[in-house]
Nanobody, 124 residues
Framework: HVQLVESGGGSVQPGGSLRLSCGAS????????MGWFRQSPGKEREEIAE????????YLVDSVRGRFIISRDNDKNTLSLQMDHLEPEDTGMYYC?????????????????WGQGTQVTVSS
């Protein structure tokens, strides 16, 4: 049974930091693109960052560049998202995802494994 489990969410004040982690079980994702998606209140889920199997990161949302860092540990089968200088606009449910397809581009199909999500709230 393939399972992705996120942790590390919570409530912080603007300017604070959080580190999200995603552990995978039931499957080794060392050969898969992995990424973080976010669903903010009233908005659709959007991809914010992805990382290829050999570690090349890509940030899909301009506002997180320079503040968020995505990383992976293939030996431990884990994915992380370090979030610094958090802003109220970063509030939302954050989902870990693994791309189950093997195309040239990450998350270009609907063959995606999802975690259950972890809530991040940024508020003063």
């Amino acid at each position: 049974h393939v399972q992705l489990v996120e942790s590390g969410g919570g409530s912080v004040q603007p300017g604070g930091s959080l580190r999200l982690s995603c552990g995978a079980s039931g499957h080794t994702y060392s050969s898969n693109c992995m990424g973080w998606f976010r669903q903010s209140p009233g908005k659709e889920r959007e991809e914010i960052a992805e990382i290829k199997p050999r570690g090349a990161p890509r940030y899909l949302v301009d506002s997180v560049r320079g503040r968020f860092i995505i990383s992976r540990d293939n030996d431990k089968n884990t994915l992380s998202l370090q979030m610094d200088h958090l802003e109220p606009e970063d509030t939302g449910m954050y989902y870990c995802a693994a791309d189950l397809a093997s195309g040239a581009y990450c998350f270009s199909s609907d063959r995606i494994a999802w975690g259950q999500g972890t809530q991040v709230t940024v508020s003063s």
